[in-house]
């Protein structure tokens, strides 16, 4: 079954105080793809007000660093391709400067691959499929107790 995300990278004050409440993230990206004209304007102002851009040269420099030695690894026309044949997994990902599209299939090894390159990177980022209504952080923030 094909799989596919888009992942934001959101502020870390943000990603904070919505940690636990996920789903009003999703909503709110949810509402975006719904939105028409006027309506679809100001919740794009609002995706933009919570999310940062993608720091795109560093993200596609550890993606090169983390797979050079990899044969099943290939970056082709500004897509980022793994492509495993045991287990049969396959992704592919392709950065944009607000969010990052990846399309996946098979098992979720190669996904995988590429989730724990962000990881080191950002603990805020934030999968969603609206098609699916599956969302989450990449890497669980961790909640701060303050004593």
Do not use: C
């Amino acid at each position: 079954m094909m799989r596919k995300y888009d992942i934001y990278l959101i502020n870390e004050e943000v990603a904070q105080h919505y940690f636990g409440q996920e789903s009003k993230l999703f909503h709110l990206f949810l509402d975006e793809t719904r939105a028409l004209d006027e309506k679809k304007d100001i919740i794009k102002k609002q995706i933009e007000y919570i999310s940062k851009p993608i720091p795109v040269v560093e993200l596609q420099h550890q993606f090169l660093q983390a797979f050079k030695h990899r044969t099943d690894y290939f970056f082709f026309n500004q897509a980022h391709r793994i492509q495993i044949s045991e287990p049969n997994s396959k992704a592919q990902l392709v950065i944009f400067s607000n969010y990052i599209h990846i399309v996946s299939d098979g098992s979720f090894e190669a996904e995988t691959m590429f989730f724990e390159v962000m990881r080191k990177i950002s603990p805020s980022f934030f999968a969603l499929d609206v098609s699916t209504y599956r969302y989450g952080w990449l890497n669980p923030i961790k909640q701060v107790k303050l004593v």
